[in-house]
C-alpha cells in the first residue's frame, strides 16, 4: 500500500515495496489537495513508467479526497498502466461502473475494499476482497468466494451475514484499533497503535473478547497456535 502526496516519495515507496518482495502495489493518487482526472490520469501513467512492479488503483476517496473516476481507471487499464483496482469507497454504484466499464478486461482485476460488499461484488464481476476482516479471520472470508464459485448462493448469502456481524462488531473506536485488539486477543500481534491513535479501551475489548469467543475464533487461534 502506497499512499503519498508527492509523486517522488511515492516512486520511492514503490521501488522499497519491490525490493522487499512485493508482487504487486496498491496505489492511491496524491492526497490532501483535490485534483482533476487529468492529474489522476498523468500520475498513474508515470508511475507505470517506471514501476519495477505492476500497479493497482486504490480508490479511498473518504482519506484522500480524490476519486479515480470509473472512465479514468478504464483507460489505464486499457493501455496497461494499471492491472487492477482495490475500491474502499463502499459506494457500490461506483464499483458497479468501474465493473462494467472494464468488462472488456479480462486479465484487470476489481477488488472490494469491503468485507461487506464481497458477495454483492462477486456478483457483479468482482475478483474478490482485500479487507480487514481477513486478517481475524481468513476462512470466513474464503468460503463466502468458494461458496459463490460453486454456485452455492444460499451458503455464500449466510455466511456473508456472518462476516457483516465480525465487520460491525471491528468498528469500535478509532480505525484499526478493533482489528488490532482482535489480533491480539489471537495472538497473532501487540494491540497497539501508531501514535496519537490510542489502543482500545478494556471494556470494549472485553466485549469483543465474548463475541469472538461464541464465534469460535479465539479456539480456532490457539488450534492454529498448537
Request: proline share 6%; net charge negative.
Amino acid at each position: 500500500g502506497v499512499a503519498q502526496r508527492r509523486f517522488a516519495d511515492a516512486k520511492a515507496d514503490v521501488v522499497a515495496a519491490a525490493e522487499l518482495g512485493a508482487d504487486a502495489v496498491l496505489l492511491a493518487p496524491p492526497y490532501y489537495y483535490p485534483i482533476d482526472q487529468a492529474t489522476v490520469l498523468s500520475f498513474y501513467r508515470a508511475m507505470a513508467a517506471g514501476s519495477p512492479v505492476p500497479i493497482l488503483v486504490y480508490n479511498i476517496p473518504q482519506n484522500t479526497k480524490v476519486v479515480a473516476d470509473p472512465a479514468t481507471v478504464a483507460a489505464l487499464a486499457r493501455e496497461g498502466s494499471v492491472v487492477g483496482i482495490k475500491d474502499s469507497s463502499r459506494d457500490f454504484e461506483y464499483f458497479e461502473t468501474v465493473c462494467a466499464a472494464t468488462r472488456g478486461l479480462p486479465d484487470f482485476r476489481i477488488f472490494t475494499g469491503s468485507d461487506t460488499m464481497l458477495l454483492a461484488s462477486l456478483a457483479m464481476g468482482g475478483a474478490g476482497t482485500i479487507c480487514g476482516g481477513a486478517n481475524i479471520a481468513p476462512g470466513w472470508v474464503v468460503r463466502i468466494f468458494d461458496e459463490f464459485e460453486r454456485g452455492d448462493m444460499k451458503a455464500s448469502g449466510t455466511h456473508q451475514d456472518a462476516l457483516l456481524e465480525l465487520v460491525l462488531a471491528v468498528r469500535a473506536g478509532v480505525f484499526p484499533s478493533a482489528i488490532k485488539a482482535a489480533l491480539h486477543l489471537q495472538g497473532l500481534c501487540e494491540p497497539w497503535l501508531a501514535p496519537p491513535v490510542a489502543a482500545l479501551d478494556e471494556a470494549s475489548v472485553a466485549r469483543l473478547r465474548d463475541r469472538m469467543q461464541g464465534w469460535g475464533l479465539l479456539a480456532e487461534a490457539h488450534q492454529a497456535a498448537s
